[in-house]
C-alpha cells in the first residue's frame, strides 16, 4: 500500500510541476495572494480578444483617431472607447463583453465629433469628455459631457466657443471640471471652469478678453491634483508670499499652442491656474494667470506631466524636444532642454504624445517619440538618454508596466506595436496592429491586459503577462464581470446591455475569432501605410495558462491516471 501512496504522490506532484490550477464547479478561485505571480511576461503576445466598432449614422464615425483611445476605468476592470463619432462604449478588458455605448444627440444639424479621452473625477463617480459641433464650420463650439459609470449622461454643458482643446480635467473633490478651447479659426485661447454638479460655467476668460494683440492659441490642461504647493511667482509685484506658497489647490497647466495659420513655430508663453489658499466658491475671486513675464522657447501639442509632489513636471515640445523642470518653479526657466532629430516634413514639428514617466517621483524615468522617427529614453534630468530607430512616428503616449521592466509603444502609421526593455529600449518583441494605430492605448493596473484601438475601429486586447484567477472585483458597469477571464476570443457577438443608455445599439461592436485585426485598406492620411513589420516572436493563440474547467479537466485526467497505476499494482500484487 505504500507503494501506492508514493505513485499518487508522484503523480500529483507531476501535475503541480506542470502548473495545473484546479478550481471546482462552485469556487471562484485561489484569492490574489495565492494566485501566480501576474507580472510574469509572456514571451510573446496572446490576443485575448478583438471586436469592430462597425460604422452607422446614429452613431456617427467608428475611427479612433488622436485625441481617442482606450483609457481603463478606475475599477481595474473595464475600460471605455471613445471615437472621432462622439461615442464613448464600455467593455470587460478581459472578456470583450461590451456593456454600454452611450451617443450625444446632435445640436440641430450639426455632426458632433470628439477628439478626446475620458477623463473620470478622482472621486469615481462619473467621467467626462469633449464634443466638437460643427467644426469644419466658420463658427464652431464644443461641448463637455458627463456620464456616470453606467453609460448614464448626467449633465451637457452649455455651448462653449470654438473646439475643445485635448481632454477635460476634473477637480481632485469632483466638483470642477476645466477646459480650453480655441475660437476664432482657433487662434483666440479661452480657459474655463464647469461646475460639475450640473456643467454650467462657473468661469470663463480668453486671450481676446485679456488684452493680447495677436490673440493666443491654448493647448491641453494638464493638472496636479493637491499639490505641495503651487509653481508661480507673486501675482502683485512685491508682495511677500506667493499665491503659490502654501496653496494646495489643484494646480493647472497649459502651453501656448501653434495656430493652423502658423507655418513657422514662434516662441510662446505658458499659463497656470489654481483656487486661492482661502477658495470660498465666489467666482469673482479666480483668474487664470500667464507664468513669468517672459516667453518661452517653444510652444506644445500636449499638457504637462506634473510630478514630484506638483514640484516638477516635463514637457514635450516643439522642434522635437522636451523640457522638464525638476525641481525648479514652473514660471521661472527650465532646468533642462533637449532636442532630438527634427521632422523632416515640418522642422517646427511638436512632440505628438504626452511623455510617459516611469514613477510620480523627483527622479523618473521619461520615455516618447520624438517628432521625427524614432523612441527614446531619458533619465530626469536629461544627461542620459537612449534613441532607437522606427519605421513610422510615434504619436500615442508609451505604457510603462507596472514593475518598470518594460514599456509599451506603437508606431503610428505603420500599426507596430513593440515590447521594449526598459533599460537599453531592445525589442522583446513587436507585433502588426496592422494598420495604423492614432489612438491612446491601455493597460490592466496588473499589466497583464494592453488594449489597443486602431484608426478603424478595431479593438484588440494582448495578454501581455500571466493572468491570476481572481475573486469578482466589484462591478463598475451595471454587469458583473465574469469570474475567469476568457482565455481565447469567443464567435458570439458581444452582448448588449439595452438598458444601460438610451443610444441606438444597432452598431453594436462584435467580439471576432480572428486573433489578429483584419486587414483593411486604409480610409485617407497624410502617408500611405507601409507595409507591417513582422513580429519577432509569432504570436501564440491563447494563453499560455490554463484556467477553469481545462485545468480542472487536466487535474482530473491526472488523478484518474493515478487510480489506474494504483488499480494495476494491486491486481499485479
Known amino acids: 500500500m505504500k ?27 485561489p484569492s ?4 501566480v505571480d501576474y507580472n510574469d511576461l509572456l514571451e510573446a503576445p496572446a490576443t485575448l480578444w478583438t471586436a469592430q466598432i462597425f460604422p452607422d449614422a446614429a452613431l456617427g464615425a467608428p475611427n479612433v483617431e488622436a485625441g481617442n483611445g482606450a483609457f481603463m476605468a478606475p475599477d481595474g476592470q473595464h475600460f471605455m472607447v471613445t471615437t472621432v463619432g462622439a461615442t464613448v462604449y464600455a467593455y470587460d478588458a478581459y472578456s470583450g463583453e461590451k456593456k454600454w455605448h452611450y451617443q450625444p444627440e446632435a445640436v440641430g444639424s450639426s455632426i458632433a465629433r470628439s477628439h478626446s479621452a475620458v477623463i473620470f473625477s478622482p472621486t469615481e463617480e462619473f467621467m467626462v469628455y469633449a464634443v466638437v459641433d460643427n467644426e469644419n464650420s466658420l463658427d464652431p463650439s464644443s461641448r463637455i459631457i458627463a456620464l456616470d459609470m453606467e453609460g448614464e449622461a448626467l449633465w451637457i454643458s452649455d455651448d462653449l466657443p470654438g473646439v475643445a482643446s485635448g481632454n477635460p480635467q476634473v477637480s481632485s473633490d469632483g466638483m470642477y471640471v476645466f477646459m480650453t478651447h480655441n475660437a476664432d479659426d482657433k487662434s483666440d485661447g479661452y480657459f474655463t471652469a464647469l461646475e460639475a454638479t450640473s456643467g454650467s460655467v462657473f468661469y470663463s476668460g480668453s486671450s481676446g478678453e485679456a488684452g493680447n494683440e495677436p490673440t ?9 491634483h493637491t499639490p505641495e504647493q503651487g509653481n508661480y511667482d507673486p501675482i502683485q509685484t512685491g508682495a511677500s508670499i506667493s499665491e503659490g506658497d502654501f ?5 493647472l497647466m497649459w502651453a501656448q499652442t501653434p495656430k493652423p495659420t502658423d507655418t513657422t513655430i514662434q516662441n510662446g508663453f505658458i499659463y497656470g491656474f489654481q483656487f486661492p489658499r482661502e477658495f470660498n466658491g465666489n467666482a469673482t475671486d479666480v483668474s ?19 510630478t514630484n509632489n506638483g514640484l516638477s513636471g516635463y514637457w514635450g515640445v516643439t522642434r522635437s524636444g522636451f523640457r522638464a523642470w525638476a525641481p525648479k518653479r514652473f514660471s521661472r526657466a527650465r532646468s533642462a532642454t533637449i532636442g532630438f532629430t527634427r521632422n523632416e516634413d515640418f522642422p517646427g514639428q511638436a512632440i505628438w504624445a504626452v511623455p510617459a514617466l516611469s ?10 517619440g520624438s517628432a521625427a522617427k524614432q523612441f527614446v529614453r531619458m533619465n530626469y534630468d536629461f544627461t542620459d538618454q537612449t534613441t532607437v530607430p522606427t519605421a513610422g512616428y510615434v504619436k500615442t503616449a508609451a505604457i510603462v508596466d507596472g514593475d518598470d521592466r518594460v514599456v509599451y509603444y506603437v508606431e503610428s502609421d505603420t500599426g507596430t506595436l513593440h515590447q521594449a526593455d526598459f533599460n537599453n529600449l531592445s525589442d522583446n518583441w513587436n507585433f502588426p ?5 492614432d489612438g491612446e492605448m491601455a493597460i490592466t493596473p496588473k499589466s497583464d491586459v494592453l488594449i489597443v484601438a486602431d484608426a478603424r475601429g478595431v479593438i484588440t486586447a494582448l495578454q501581455v503577462a500571466d493572468i491570476p484567477v481572481t475573486e469578482s472585483p466589484s462591478a463598475m458597469p451595471a454587469d458583473a464581470p465574469s469570474v475567469t477571464p476568457s482565455t481565447v476570443p469567443t464567435t458570439s457577438p458581444a452582448p448588449v446591455d439595452p438598458e444601460a443608455t438610451d443610444a441606438p445599439t444597432t452598431a453594436e461592436p462584435t467580439v471576432m475569432a480572428t486573433t489578429t485585426a483584419p486587414v483593411a485598406a486604409p480610409t485617407g ?14 504570436p501564440v493563440e491563447s494563453p499560455t495558462e490554463l484556467a477553469g474547467s481545462g485545468a480542472a479537466t487536466i487535474f482530473v485526467s491526472y488523478v484518474v491516471a493515478a487510480f489506474v497505476v494504483v488499480a494495476s499494482t494491486l491486481t499485479m500484487m
Open 525 to 538: 492620411g497624410e502617408e500611405p501605410e507601409p507595409a507591417p513589420i513582422a513580429p519577432v516572436s509569432a
Open 433 to 437: 496592429m496592422n494598420f495604423s494605430v
Open 32 to 35: 490574489e495572494e495565492e494566485s
Open 288 to 306: 487664470y494667470f500667464q507664468m513669468g513675464s517672459f516667453e518661452r522657447d517653444f510652444q506644445s501639442l500636449t499638457p504637462p506631466v506634473m
Open 359 to 368: 514613477n510620480d517621483g523627483p527622479e523618473p524615468t521619461i520615455f516618447g
Open 3 to 29: 507503494l501506492c501512496q508514493n505513485i499518487v504522490q508522484t503523480l500529483l506532484l507531476l501535475a503541480v510541476s506542470n502548473n495545473v490550477r484546479f478550481a471546482a464547479a462552485d469556487d471562484v478561485g
Open 247 to 251: 496653496n494646495t489647490n489643484d494646480m
Open 216 to 224: 493666443n492659441a491654448y493647448g491641453p490642461i494638464g493638472i496636479f
